[in-house]
């Protein structure tokens, strides 16, 4: 029996997410894509490729469901001809960047569902319905340089990040203890030009005094391509000591 890899990217629609999904259409890879909305595109290159592509239009602000469906669905997989399965928590919103005292209640709701709950809930969905399998089992969530350092009106991202970080730490130790533990890192990618980057150089100056730093990283160039940051981000899931850290940054 040929073994496949089975890889699951949250936010695979378009930046980051996209590069790495489309990086990972190669024969004998099974890619499941969570996002609002489907790509075409990604499809046929899937079918060029000879790749197997689920594409599921879900909201991850309602993270419940999702991670009910995830569960679900990797319960009915044949476990036995999966080699290596991944979870890639990738999705994630900055928002409308201003104050805490100036934030609207859903938006900042809506923030920390999908940047923090949602990972939460589809990492236990994952661990737990591949619990017994033979598969090596990886998750990888991608964090920011700001889940470590602070920055102002940047709370709910700031928030997510770093709740990401911990309870990878947490995960990490309770893996450890478990037959055939799933080993996870939350990574920081590096600064990359996708729309958050528009989105915070586009952001009211009085409301985001640091508006004019994300305006210097693209004028100076110093921001990596979606697909350069996807090449390395997917290098560092391959590598022997993966999980050996379970917060990095790819830089590093």
Request: charged letters at 20%.
């Amino acid at each position: 029996m040929t073994l496949s890899s089975l890889t699951i990217i949250t936010g695979a629609s378009r930046g980051l997410g996209r590069a790495m999904a489309e990086q990972l259409l190669q024969p004998g890879q099974r890619l499941l894509c969570i996002s609002r909305r489907s790509d075409e595109a990604l499809a046929g290159r899937a079918r060029a490729a000879g790749a197997e592509l689920l594409q599921w239009q879900l909201d991850l602000s309602d993270p419940v469901p999702a991670a009910a469906r995830l569960e679900a669905w990797l319960a009915e997989q044949d476990a036995a001809s999966i080699a290596q399965a991944s979870l890639i928590n990738n999705a994630g919103t900055v928002g409308r960047p201003r104050p805490l005292s100036e934030a609207v209640a859903s938006e900042l709701a809506q923030a920390l569902r999908v940047g923090l709950e949602a990972p939460m809930l589809l990492t236990s969905a994952f661990l737990g319905a591949t619990k017994g399998w033979r598969a090596q089992r990886k998750v990888l969530n991608i964090s920011s340089g700001l889940g470590r350092n602070a920055m102002g009106s940047q709370a709910p991202y700031c928030a997510a990040k770093a709740g990401m970080d911990h309870f990878s730490r947490a995960v990490a130790l309770e893996e450890k203890l478990a037959a055939n533990g799933a080993r996870i890192v939350s990574l920081a990618p590096g600064i990359i030009d996708t729309d958050m980057q528009v989105e915070l150089r586009g952001a009211e100056a009085d409301m985001f005094p640091d508006r004019a730093r994300f305006e210097k990283f693209k004028s100076e160039g110093l921001l990596d391509s979606p697909s350069a940051a996807a090449a390395k981000i997917l290098a560092y899931l391959q590598r022997a000591d993966y999980g050996v850290n379970p917060v990095a940054d790819i830089r590093d």
